[in-house]
T-cell receptor
Framework: GAGVSQSPSNKVTEKGKDVELRCDPI?????LYWYRQSLGQGLEFLIY????????KSGLPSDRFSAERTGGSVSTLTIQRTQQEDSAVYLC?????????????????FGPGTRLTVL | DAKTTQPPSMDCAEGRAANLPCNHS???????VYWYRQIHSQGPQYIIH???NNETNEMASLIITEDRKSSTLILPHATLRDTAVYYC?????????????FGKGTRLSVIA
C-alpha cells in the first residue's frame, strides 16, 4: 500500500511568514510523529499524536510551532513567524502497534520530508 | 530510552558483508533494539528490530549478544545503494507508541 506522504517537498519562505506542512500517514496507523533534521544534525522529535489522546508536544521548540491532526488521519504542522533557524527538513512518520509471534512492535515508517528554507 | 554508541563511520567494499556494531550496555529487559537507515536526502527507513533473539529479514540480519549489551547489524552483500547513515535505537515497546530518539549513527560508505 501507499507509504507516508508529505507536501510540499520543498518550501522557501521569507522570515516572518507562516508556513503549513502536511502529512498523510499510512492508512489505519493510529500514531503520527513529526521530527525535524537541521543541516548536519540528527533527527529531533517535535510532537506526536496517538489515537484520540492529547498530543505529546514536549519536543516543540517554541510556541510558534503547532500541529493538529484532523479526523485521526492527516496532520498539519504550522510554523508561525518563521525564523532562519527554522530551516530544516521536517519529517513525518506513522505507526500502528502490531503483535506478531510474541514480539510487539510499533515500527515507525517515515515520509520523504519537507525541506523548509527560511530566507 | 537507553543510549547507544556507534562508530561515526565505516567503509565496506561492494559485495562484501557490512557489519555495523552498536553498544547499548544500559539496555533494560523490556527494551528492543531497532535499526533504521537514512540515505542522503530521504526519510529514515526501517530495517529490522529485535528483543533478544537474532533476527533476519530480506534486508539484513541482527545479531544480539546473549547479555544484550551490544548488537551487530549485518548487510550480507553490500551494494553502493546501501551507502547511508545507520541508526541503532533502543526503546521500549509498550502500550503507547513513543518517539524515536536518534543518535548520530554510523555513516557507512560502500566502495566499488
Amino acid at each position: 500500500g501507499a507509504g507516508v506522504s508529505q507536501s510540499p517537498s520543498n518550501k522557501v519562505t521569507e522570515k516572518g511568514k507562516d508556513v503549513e506542512l502536511r502529512c498523510d500517514p499510512i492508512s489505519g496507523h493510529t500514531a503520527l510523529y513529526w521530527y525535524r533534521q537541521s543541516l548536519g544534525q540528527g533527527l529531533e522529535f517535535l510532537i506526536y499524536f496517538q489515537g484520540n489522546s492529547a498530543p505529546d508536544k514536549s519536543g516543540l521548540p517554541s510556541d510558534r510551532f503547532s500541529a493538529e491532526r484532523t479526523g485521526g488521519s492527516v496532520s498539519t504542522l504550522t510554523i508561525q513567524r518563521t525564523q532562519q533557524e527554522d530551516s530544516a527538513v521536517y519529517l513525518c512518520a506513522s505507526s500502528s502497534r502490531v503483535a506478531s509471534g510474541g514480539k510487539s512492535t510499533d515500527t515507525q515508517y517515515f515520509g520523504p520530508g519537507t525541506r523548509l528554507t527560511v530566507l | 530510552d537507553a543510549k547507544t554508541t556507534q562508530p561515526p563511520s565505516m567503509d565496506c567494499a561492494e559485495g562484501r558483508a557490512a557489519n555495523l556494531p552498536c553498544n547499548h550496555s544500559t539496555i533494560s529487559g523490556n527494551e528492543y533494539v531497532y535499526w533504521y537507515r537514512q540515505i542522503h536526502s530521504q526519510g529514515p527507513q526501517y530495517i529490522i528490530h529485535g528483543l533478544k533473539n537474532n533476527e533476519t529479514n530480506e534486508m539484513a540480519s541482527l545479531i544480539i549478544t546473549e547479555d544484550r549489551k551490544s548488537s551487530t547489524l549485518i548487510l550480507p552483500h553490500a551494494t553502493l545503494r546501501d551507502t547511508a547513515v545507520y541508526y541503532c535505537i533502543v526503546r521500549v515497546a509498550h502500550s503507547g507508541n513513543t518517539p524515536l530518539v536518534f543518535g548520530k549513527g554510523t555513516r557507512l560508505s560502500v566502495i566499488a
